[in-house]
């Protein structure tokens, strides 16, 4: 079993920053696939940017050249470095966690562990 804690939400101004964490802990042992995904009221989760056990990173087009995604294996924390934020940036940000390999990393569908989300809001 995996758990996810987010931490970093806030409310900024447009083109602020903020820097997301998501602690994991648990068994991750088997854990392939990890990323970030978010959910505007009334809209659909969808998917920011992931990383693979192989490093390989996936991302939305929307957060291209604005967000960054790193890993620290030290401390077992995925941070999510949010640059130059947009209104439209405004949602609740959700850590998660892939027990295989996915085909569409982006997909929240295929995610078997999430976080409790932190707001993210830009005005």
């Known amino acids: 079993h995996v758990q996810l804690v987010e931490s970093g939400g806030g409310s900024v101004q447009a083109g602020g920053t903020l820097r997301l964490s998501c602690e994991v802990s648990?068994?991750?042992?088997?854990?392939?696939?990890m990323g970030w995904f978010r959910q505007a009221p009334g809209q659909e989760r969808e998917g920011v940017i992931t990383?693979?056990?192989?490093?390989?990173?996936n991302y939305a087009d929307s957060i291209k050249g604005r967000f960054t995604l790193s890993r620290h294996d030290r401390d077992n924390t995925l941070y999510l470095q949010m640059n130059s934020l947009k209104p439209e940036d405004t949602a609740m940000y959700y850590c998660a966690a892939a027990l295989s390999d996915l085909v569409d990393p982006l997909r929240p569908q295929d995610y078997d562990y999430w976080g409790q989300g932190t707001q993210v809001t830009v005005s």
């Open positions: 648990g068994d991750t042992s088997g854990t392939y696939c």
């Open positions: 990383i693979n056990s192989y490093g390989s990173i």
